[in-house]
């Protein structure tokens, strides 16, 4: 396959990808808004809200850092988790440190354990990311479509089967990236 045809072919796939994690987004959205009703709703979009201030962090454009250092070579990817990792584990320090500073002012103690649970999302976003790296060098982004779009629609279908609380709420979508991430990694290792 010549080089224009693979970008053309990446580009549709990313854009497909994107848009159908806007439409699970979307989906997802609605039944919590409806499900849950507005003060548990409003306490689900708390806990998500201080996780994904987070998902930076991890990022912090380490990918292309790694691919200006290392070029084609995806054998050191463990490197790039293992940094990810890390910082993670620096995110949940600064978490503990707000929740023990506020107290139970902002985000009552069943909030303040499912940010626990939500805070994993921001690790498997970080390994999610670091397959998205050897992807993109691969040209493979169908991959990484494939994968999220089955997690999203396992986070979804489990929103849906589950009882409506948050606890639940948080735990679908976490398991969501859980199946994203064992799928991405695996696909990675193709």
Known sequence: ??????????????????????????ITTIILARSLGVEDYGSYAKIYALATFFYLLVDFGLNA???????DDTTRIHT????????????CTIVI?????????????????????ALM??????YITSCNMVFQLTHRYD???????????IGVGL?????????????????????TTVLCYRFAHQ
């Open 143 to 153: 991959r990484s479509v494939l994968a999220s779009m089955v997690g999203g629609s």
């Open 80 to 91: 790039l988790t293992s940094i990810r990792t890390l910082l993670f584990l620096l995110c």
């Open 1 to 26: 396959m010549s080089l224009k045809t693979t970008v053309i072919t990446n580009t549709l796939v990313q854009f497909f990808g994107r848009f159908a994690s806007s439409i699970l987004g979307f």
């Open 65 to 71: 850092i790694y691919i200006r250092k290392e070029r």
């Open 159 to 179: 929103l849906l089967l589950l009882p409506h609380t948050v606890g639940y709420a948080v735990s679908s979508i976490a398991a969501g990236y859980a199946i």
């Open 121 to 126: 999302t921001v690790l498997l976003f970080g």
């Open 97 to 117: 440190v707000f929740f023990a500073v506020s107290g139970q002012r902002i985000f009552n103690l069943q909030e303040q354990l499912l940010t626990g649970i």
